[in-house]
């Protein structure tokens, strides 16, 4: 065995169950805001922003980047708290929880194109074994439509898409109801779905109409 790859095979439990961390609080996040809000995603979302913001501020080194980590994951731009959670990280001593805080931030970066300078370069993240492989890229996509594609769950999508048509409601089997509300890039015309439901926590995007499929006659 690559003695290199020792120390990421020891990392890969800890991250799992930090993994686990992050999903629970991101359920209870879902949970807690659930209950304070009533008028769609927009007030979800400014009410899950407060609550994230209380939680790093107030919590320890690790819950602090096990929060940041978590609001990545409903695709909000943390940049605000990334050298405070940042220092979190590294003054835990744990290098599963830094690898926790890089991977955070580069998604934010993926995003949105920009983060703080932190002064430090990020260490590269251990190897995920079950991690899919990267879809080949759709012809005539933006970079943006592309990098939406895939990281679909996002919560404001990418700053191209312009919403088109009304917010519909759709009921599934045990009660389940989801809303959808159809968007469009004005870069590239690729039409985009939008996805949210109360029973799931994460916004999610699906690209429903292809640019390259659009013909005009």
Not at 144 to 152: N, P, T, Y
Request: charged residues 25%.
């Amino acid at each position: 065995m690559n003695a290199r790859s020792r120390p990421a095979e020891r990392l890969l439990p800890i991250l799992s169950e930090l993994r686990m961390e992050v999903r629970a609080r991101s359920r209870l996040a879902h949970k807690l805001t659930l209950k304070r809000t009533a008028h769609g995603t927009e007030d979800y979302y400014a009410h899950l922003a407060g609550l994230f913001d209380r939680w790093i501020e107030d919590s320890d080194f690790h819950t602090r980047v096990v929060c940041f980590a978590s609001a990545t994951e409903f695709g909000m731009a943390m940049q605000h708290h990334a050298e405070r959670c940042q220092a979190a990280a590294q003054e835990s001593g744990s290098d599963a929880l830094r690898a926790l805080f890089w991977a955070s931030l580069r998604r934010i970066q993926a995003r949105h194109g920009h983060a703080p300078d932190m002064h430090a370069p990020a260490p590269a993240p251990p190897p995920v074994a079950d991690s899919p492989e990267a879809a080949p890229p759709l012809q005539d996509l933006c970079a943006r439509c592309e990098s939406l594609r895939h990281d679909a769950r996002c919560a404001n999508g990418h700053a191209a898409l312009r919403p088109v048509g009304d917010v519909r409601w759709r009921s599934f089997g045990a009660g389940v109801v989801c809303q959808t509300k159809e968007h469009q890039c004005r870069a590239c015309n690729t039409r985009w779905t939008r996805r949210w439901s109360v029973s799931d926590p994460f916004t999610g995007w699906t690209v429903t109409r292809h640019a390259a499929s659009i013909h005009h006659d």
